[in-house]
């Protein structure tokens, strides 16, 4: 329905004075077209296109003359781009803070790109950690944390904590719906629970203390998929501790339910259902070996269940 | 006829626009209240990730209701007509069900009345195709679907069902062509005047419907149009076509499909067309204001360019991306600082409908894509997380 119709509609129930029906009347008229997004999104794809263009072209060209100026360049660019988003930082505050600039964030992103790519190659060509691998992700993934905080920007936070999972040896690449890692091994899965535990647990003191609270949200969507997923690795292939995993799933699964009523962000109530959905069917048909029809009214049941749940939630 | 009150979908639409103008201050607090009072909206309330989760959980439910009772009644599926029966009849009782919702729980589009709409559809057409007799063409297939599909569609207002017979009607048309000798040829012809003329049905039916109707198929009708200029753009697009054409072909017997799809007939046109069309939308987008055509320009220019690096790879991948990416942050960067001020009816300011929490995701997964992948670009795997799975990852650090 068009603005205008709503103002006929409205007009018509004596529900706006013709005075004001006429301004907002005459204001929607004259409303200038937003191209916000769409410009943030060019400009944005624009960033990882370069970044991906320049990490690749590092490995290029390796004993021409040209390479060394092409390293020059990128360092240049990388430092550039962030002495560009200090120059023009917000206000450090620990509540949520509007960027200054149109362009700062932006640079902050390509300058953590851009560095990712240098401190990958510097330790390929250069060895500069020498045999410490856990480096090259686990330092870039500090300094993303940190420069998050600084710039209260949520993009840098996912950057920081996929970099940090890279470094207990789980590779994410969400757009892909891609989670790669040996699950398998018992000292991967129990590196990304402590890890996503010990994350979720600063996570949560941070917003107790009021630092950063909008954060939480990344936190969660990000490392809480990492912690579901290991807890659902776990329960999978590390029999003999199987029963402790369903227990801990239910716990967690339990922990995100109560989140999302906490902070009404369903987000997380879908999540609880969706892995728990998952855990629980694996328990059912690995230790009752159902027959056709149990699994069939076996779906029927949760299917409903799960409805139920999730609708459930408005009725608060 | 329409499964869902439409007065009150209309209503829903009033109160969404009161609520942008009570943020932007155009109307007082006490008058959204009072606009609220005078337009009710008795549906439920529901969230985007309940509707989510509620819609496949639902599908699961069913299909588990649906494999129960086929279990109950094991030889039915011998017997065509039965099973026909048996199909047409659970759809009949989906249909019972989503209306005991729609009138007793107040349901509107929360996800599992979606789901019973689909699900509803599909057995229906299921039960129309098991019908059909076994040597029927796949085209004729589709094209019977079309009409079950569009009733759905337009009782309902259901933009998946509506895909779905949007869908149908163009898979009927692409492999009814394909029967013909001279099918393929005519192919991306014939898909750009169908969805021309499907995009006008369209906008000629939205302009004739009611305010309530328009409201009601708002979301139908708007994929609708999408899906139109999509098709139509990939029916011109050089791309598009000589690959398609290239998997269409007919192999000789004895032969191998050759590695890159031969020339197609017509090559001047289509590389034409594959930069006229977006361009096209690109100018209706900026003269007329509307943001599917600059979307789809944008789009359709980026696949334009990518049509001609795929086919003449003038520089390595690496400096490509680079100029590409440096070409898109300048031309960004420069819009941005020259629509500070509004100009010539573009602004750079959010307006209120701007999907800022869904940016706002999409930034963060695109990053966290980026990281992961260039973390993992290293030529040699010598940390963890590398193809070797991540066992190393736990010493050295």
Redesign the interface.
Known sequence: MSPIESLNHLRERGLLPDEQAKIIADIEAKRPFSLHWELRSVLYIGILLLSSGLGLLIYENYDSLGHLTILGGISVLCAGAYAYAFRVRPPWSPGLVQSASPFGDYALVLGCLLFLSLIGYAQYEYTVFGTRYGLVTFVPAVLFLALAYRFDHRGVLGMGLTALMAWVGVTVRPLDLYIKTNFFDERVIYSALALSGAVLGAAWLLQRRGIKPHFTFTYLLVVGNLLLVALLAGLFNLEPMRFVFAVLLMGACALFDWYARQEQSLLFGLMAAVYGFIGLSYLFFTYTNPGFYSSTFYLLATGVGLVVYLLAYRRR | MRAYNSIHV?NR??RQ??DR?QREG??QPD?RE??RQ??PVPF???????E???FV?????????Y??VL?LINGIIDNKAAFAGFNGLVSLVLVFLLHTFIREAQFYR???DNALVVMAASFLVTAVNIALPDSAALWLRCLVSVPVLLAFAIYYGEVIVAFMALASFFASFFTGFLEFDWGRMALPFMLMVVSLLLKWVLNNVQSRLT?AD??YFADALSMGEWVCLIVLAAAGNYFVVRELNGLLADVPAGQARPEVAPQIALPALFWVLTFLIPAIYAYLGLTR?N?MY??LG?LGLAGATSTVRYYFPLL??????????????????M??RY?RQ?RF???????GE??RQF??NS??????????????????M????GDF??????R??
């Open positions: 209309q639409a009033l626009q009161a103008w155009l109307i008058q009072a606009i005078a337009f439920r309330e529901s969230n985007v990730f309940a989510l989760g509620s959980f639902t599908v699961l439910a069913v299909g588990g209701a494999a129960f279990l929360n996800g599992p305010e328009q409201t204001k943001r600059v979307i944008a390595p991948l690496s400096i490509h991306l680079t100029l590409i990416g440096t070409l898109l942050i300048g031309t960004a960067a819009a941005i629509l509004p009816g573009f602004t750079d300011v959010p307006d701007s999907p940016f706002l930034e963060l997964l695109s990053v966290m894509q980026a990281t992961g992948t260039t973390i993992n670009r290293q030529p040699d010598k940390f963890g997380g799975g991540g066992g190393g990852a736990g050295d650090y």
